[in-house]
């Protein structure tokens, strides 16, 4: 069974320029997360979907974060425009069931690292 | 940080030796797990303590849980090079999910 993927592993894009970050879950998890660690900081929350709805936004920074979970499949995470803070490790992960908390085991992928220059 | 701590931020040891890693909190949790990250690599589950739960075991790990303190400890026992990773603690705490900033483990052959 695959698991977690995430495209592109590395991007290095100019200030202000886009970036769009996919992750494909493991195929029936219900929920997928995104995460991004910068510079060896803690890894931050950003948001949560349920199948094609988001559960929790509340970490997602600002509104130049785009997150999309089109047919609760795959997830896209757009960068537009990309500022030199936004640099660092996406991760995504997923897990089966929703049952309304976080008891399962998250399956992540290997990370999107973005480097904003 | 709002979310706590793990400490320490860097260990070193010899093979062979345990390693200890803490985790602090500071809100309730419903449950708090161990991820360790290999060098550029995600981020693999280790193990899940429930908030009822005092102490877990799992081949060469051990888990504590002390709610009154709100802390974790996860202790690698005879360590080996392979062990050599970041290690996370995730809490679970109404409704939110939330990571530490790790600690780096390095154990020397």
């Known amino acids: 069974e695959a698991g977690v993927t995430q495209f592109p592993s590395h991007s290095v894009i100019e200030k202000g320029q886009t970036v769009t970050l996919r992750c494909d879950p493991i195929?029936?998890?219900?929920?997928l997360y995104w995460y991004r660690r910068v510079m060896g900081k803690e890894i931050k929350f950003l948001l949560h979907?349920?199948?094609?709805?988001?559960?929790?936004e509340s970490g997602m920074p600002n509104n130049r974060f785009l997150a999309e979970r089109t047919g609760g499949t795959y997830s896209t995470l757009k960068v537009q425009p990309a500022e030199l803070e936004d640099s660092g490790v996406y991760f995504c992960?997923?897990?089966?069931?929703?049952?309304?908390?976080?008891?399962?085991?998250?399956?992540f992928g290997e990370g999107s690292r973005l480097t904003v220059l | 940080s709002q979310q706590g701590e793990e400490d320490p931020q860097a260990l070193s040891i010899q093979e062979g030796e345990n390693a200890t890693m803490n985790c602090s909190y500071k809100?309730?949790?419903?449950?708090l797990q161990w991820y360790r990250q290999n060098s550029g690599r995600g981020l693999v589950h280790l193990i899940l303590?429930?908030?009822?739960?005092r102490e877990k075991h799992s081949g060469r790990l051990r888990v504590t849980l002390d709610t009154s303190k709100k802390s974790s400890s996860l202790l690698i026992t005879a360590s080996r090079a392979a062990d050599t990773a970041s290690y996370f603690c995730?809490?679970?705490?109404?409704?939110?999910?939330?990571f530490g900033q790790g600690t780096i483990l390095t154990v020397h052959p």
């Open positions: 992960a997923s897990s089966q069931d929703w049952t309304g908390t976080h008891t399962g085991e998250l399956f």
């Open positions: 195929s029936g998890h219900d929920n």
């Open positions: 979907f349920v199948k094609e709805s988001k559960q929790d």
């Open positions: 809100t309730s949790i419903n449950n």
């Open positions: 303590i429930r908030s009822n739960e």
């Open positions: 995730r809490r679970t705490s109404y409704g939110k999910l939330t």
